[in-house]
């Protein structure tokens, strides 16, 4: 987030609000084979499998797919699934 606003870019600050929680995500050896996926649907899936009961945003077929395979709740970003 910090590289879009050096570009001039509007993103919130995480800090100015509550309801947000900014974590480090430990990734696992499996997910790291996956060579097509970008460091952003490694950790949501990371995160995902760290938590019960969440919703997964994943825009990325393939990260869908296996989303659906560990039996996540799944969305998009306009909230098709």
């Not at 970008?38 to 825009?59: T, Y």
Request: hydrophobic share 45%.
């Amino acid at each position: 987030m910090e590289a879009g606003r050096l570009q001039g870019e509007d993103v919130p600050i995480p800090s100015q609000y509550d309801w947000i929680e900014v974590r480090s995500v430990r990734v696992p050896k499996l997910l790291e084979l996956i060579t097509d996926f970008g460091l952003g649907e490694v950790q949501v899936l990371a995160l995902a499998m760290e938590e019960s009961d969440c919703l997964v945003i994943l825009d990325d077929l393939l990260a869908r797919e296996v989303a659906q395979l560990r039996g996540l709740k799944l969305t998009g970003t306009a909230g098709y699934c």
